[in-house]
């Protein structure tokens, strides 16, 4: 009788441990949320399907924000003619002018959202530590988050291997 509890407890655990690990890979759709951009146009969610995206929550005054942002302008550059869009959303608490004026002077070549509201933020899982970090499929799927700067070579392995996706 005690095996037979044994052999039901090890099942359970695998089961468990089963439908954990597809919890885990299976993509949830991005949020609905609609961005304000710098030039005070809008775009939303729906806007990013068909491409891969990059959405980054990110603060002027938060050091690896500012630092990694290179290698998110050279990702961009890399994989943009490519299908590949790239959307940074400026925390609530950044002023506005802080933004404007690091995207003016760094020449950022992607969408840049104020997040004036935090609604965006929040619509993403409440988001609180900068940066964080957002990879959606062509389907509108988030695949990946990074909290802190990405692993920048195998960001580039999952978007070439997204971008091949149909």
């Not at 802080?98 to 959202?113: D, H, I, Q, S």
């Not at 964080?132 to 978007?159: C, M, Q, S, W």
Request: net charge neutral; proline share 5%; aromatic share 10%.
């Amino acid at each position: 009788m005690k095996k037979l509890y044994s052999f039901a407890a090890v099942a359970a655990l695998l089961a468990a441990g089963a439908f954990g690990y597809h919890a885990m890979v299976a993509s949830t759709p991005a949020p609905d949320a609609r961005y304000v951009l710098l030039d005070g146009s809008t775009v939303d969610t729906q806007a990013m399907k068909g491409r891969v995206t990059l959405v980054n929550f990110w603060a002027t005054s938060c050091v690896t924000c500012v630092a990694e942002m290179p290698r998110i302008i050279a990702t961009h550059d890399k994989y943009s003619s490519q299908g590949y869009d790239t959307l940074a959303v400026a925390m609530q608490y950044d002023p506005p002018s802080y933004v404007v004026n690091f995207a003016e002077t760094r020449k950022l070549p992607f969408r840049v959202a104020i997040d004036n509201t935090g609604s965006v933020a929040k619509a993403w899982g409440d988001i609180q530590l900068t940066p964080t970090t957002f990879v959606v499929n062509k389907r509108g799927e988030i695949v990946k988050r990074y909290v802190g700067e990405p692993d920048f070579a195998e960001l580039h392995r999952l978007i070439e291997k997204l971008l091949a996706e149909a």
